[in-house]
C-alpha cells in the first residue's frame, strides 16, 4: 500500500494579496495625512496648502507627506516658528492628532482589531 500526498504552496498568490493590500492602505494613509494636513496649514496665498502633498514608497514600506520645494519653500518657518514668528504646526498634528484613524484603515484593509 502506497500513500502519496502532494502539498501546493500558496504562498506567492499570499504575498500578492498583502502587497496589494499594503499599496491601498499606504495610498489611504497619504491621502488622509495630505487632506489633514491641508486643513490645519496657515493661509496667506495658499501656496502652502498647494504645496502639501505625498509619496508612496511601496519598496520601502511608507509614505513620505511633505510640502514640495516648490511653494512650499517656507513650511519649515510655520511647522516650527522663528525668532520673530511663532510656530503654526500643521504636518505634525495631523499626523498625531489622527493615529486611530490611520490604524482603522489598515485595520478595515487587513481585517483584524
Given at each position: 500500500?502506497?500513500?502519496?500526498?502532494?502539498?501546493?504552496?500558496?504562498?506567492?498568490?499570499?504575498?500578492?494579496?498583502?502587497?496589494?493590500?499594503?499599496?491601498?492602505?499606504?495610498?489611504?494613509?497619504?491621502?488622509?495625512?495630505?487632506?489633514?494636513?491641508?486643513?490645519?496649514?496657515?493661509?496667506?496665498?495658499?501656496?502652502?496648502?498647494?504645496?502639501?502633498?505625498?509619496?508612496?514608497?511601496?519598496?520601502?514600506?511608507?509614505?513620505?507627506?511633505?510640502?514640495?520645494?516648490?511653494?512650499?519653500?517656507?513650511?519649515?518657518?510655520?511647522?516650527?516658528?522663528?525668532?520673530?514668528?511663532e510656530?503654526?504646526?500643521?504636518?505634525?498634528?495631523?499626523?498625531?492628532e489622527?493615529t486611530?484613524?490611520?490604524?482603522?484603515?489598515?485595520?478595515?484593509?487587513?481585517?483584524?482589531?
Amino acid at each position: 500500500m502506497s500513500i502519496t500526498v502532494t502539498v501546493e504552496s500558496n504562498l506567492d498568490a499570499i504575498l500578492d494579496e498583502l502587497d496589494a493590500k499594503k499599496a491601498i492602505v499606504l495610498e489611504a494613509w497619504g491621502q488622509l495625512g495630505q487632506s489633514e494636513a491641508k486643513v490645519r496649514a496657515a493661509v496667506d496665498t495658499g501656496d502652502l496648502r498647494r504645496s502639501i502633498q505625498y509619496d508612496v514608497k511601496l519598496s520601502e514600506d511608507k509614505v513620505d507627506i511633505g510640502c514640495n520645494k516648490e511653494l512650499g519653500e517656507h513650511a519649515p518657518y510655520v511647522e516650527f516658528g522663528t525668532s520673530k514668528t511663532e510656530a503654526q504646526p500643521f504636518l505634525a498634528p495631523s499626523l498625531q492628532e489622527n493615529t486611530r484613524k490611520f490604524k482603522q484603515i489598515a485595520e478595515g484593509i487587513f481585517g483584524g482589531g
